[in-house]
Each structure stands twice: as C-alpha cells, then as structure tokens.
C-alpha cells in the first residue's frame, strides 16, 4: 500500500470525501487522517445521495464510502460517483459480507476495507488507492475467484482479452492471482519498471480503471479458472 507522506496524485496533497450516516465514525476517521501532512478531508456526507453532490462539487481524490446507508445506498453512491469520472472509491463497511464486497467491485470501487481496520492500513489505503494503486489482497482475490468462477453455466468471453498481447496476457494471468508488480517481475524473469508498464498497457486495453476491475475480467474472461493450473504463456 502507500509509503509515507506524499504518496498522494502527482505528489501533492490527497483529497479525502468522509460518506457515513455516522458523525461519530465520520469524526473518528477524520482525526485519523488530518493528523498526516499529505492528506486532507474536503469534506463530509452523510448519505450517498449528498455523497455523489458532494464528489460532483469537491471532486476530491478519495472517497471513502460507507455501504449501508439512507436516501442512496453505498454501492449505488459508489457506481454514480465512479461513473463521473473524478475520484476513486474505498467502500467502508462494518461487516465482512460478500454481497457487499462484489456489489462495490461491480460499482467500480478500488477498494474494500472494514471499519475495524487499524487506522495504519486506513492512511495506506487512502494514499494507495490516490495513486492509482487497488486494494486487492490475496484473501479478497481468492474471494472473487471462487465468486466470478462458481460453477454457474455462465459463458466465457474470450473476446474481451482480444486486444492483449501475448506478454500482457501472461502478466494479467499472474495479477489475477493475486501478485504483486515485483513479485511478477521474479516470475517472469523482468524489471518491475517493464511489468508496471506492461500491467497499465493492460487496463488501457481492456478499459478498466485499476487491478480489481483488471482481475474480475480475467476470470470472466475465462483467462485464469480456479482449481486449474496455468495453461502456460506467462514466460517468453
């Protein structure tokens, strides 16, 4: 996730929207961020009707949304807000549901996070995903695995990696396992400079805008199945 102070877009200072119906949490989480010199609330809402107002009028880099909440729900708030182009999504929720958690990749988050989470991982989230990073971890990435793969007499589409190279298909398939920029670099033998390009020739391409949305459509590409081995490609 992010490194320290100044990870924010472009080096300056992050943006951050609060969306939860809660003043308390809202409040909490605010004193968690302003304390760092390169983040800064812009501002707060409490449902997501004001939420996707307040993304429209702020336009702030990051906003952490809340899921359950009145007039528009988080997800909805979610989908509206990434639609408009201007700032990235890290739902916030109490519970460790699944429903939510796809909902919110459906909707274009970059991210998912538990409230409970420790107020470290909260900056790290917010200066990662400023920085065009996703929050994927391997346990939300085993997660959408065995989701977007359950055996469901869906089709494939194949067509949708048509634009891909061969090298771009190889890295794509190793990010929908879960690994990271270096960690793909050692597999395949490459400079993490070469597989950082090659992971953003990858969402150009298919049109997506972080590694999330990247790796829901691998598997339902069907370019990486669970339970099965790779079909090879990833070197040379």
């Known amino acids: ?5 100044g990870d924010g877009p472009g080096g300056r200072t992050c943006r951050v929207l609060l969306v939860d119906d809660h003043a308390l949490v809202r409040s909490g989480f605010r004193m968690i961020l302003e304390v760092e010199p390169d983040l800064e609330v812009v501002g707060e809402a409490a449902d997501g009707r004001a939420a996707v ?9 990051v906003v952490l949304m809340d899921v359950q909440m009145p ?37 274009g988050a ?8 420790d107020p470290d ?18 346990e939300v990435t085993r997660r959408v695995v065995e989701r ?8 494939y589409r194949p067509e949708l990696l048509a634009e891909l190279t061969h090298r771009e298909r ?4 190793l990010v929908a396992r879960g690994l990271s920029n270096a960690e793909v670099a050692a597999e395949l033998v490459l400079g993490e400079a070469t597989v950082k390009t090659h992971v953003s ?10 590694r999330v949305q990247a790796v829901v459509l691998a598997y339902e590409s069907g370019l990486v199945r669970p339970g099965a081995g790779d079909d090879g490609g990833t070197r040379g």
């Open 148 to 155: 977007f793969t359950a055996p469901s007499g869906a089709a």
């Open 53 to 61: 107002e307040a993304a429209a009028a702020l336009a702030p880099d």
């Open 121 to 138: 991982d909260l900056v790290s989230a917010v200066r990662a995903v400023a920085r065009g990073h996703a929050l994927l971890s391997p």
């Open 110 to 117: 970059s991210g998912f996070l538990l409230k409970n989470a």
């Open 1 to 5: 996730m992010g490194d320290g102070p």
């Open 201 to 210: 020739r990858v969402l150009l391409k298919l049109g997506v805008r972080d």
């Open 170 to 173: 190889g890295v794509l398939r």
């Open 71 to 107: 007039v528009l729900d988080g997800v909805a708030a979610t989908e509206q807000v990434v639609a408009a182009g201007t700032s990235r999504v890290v739902v916030l929720t109490t519970f460790d549901r699944d429903d939510h958690l796809f909902a919110a990749l459906r909707a």
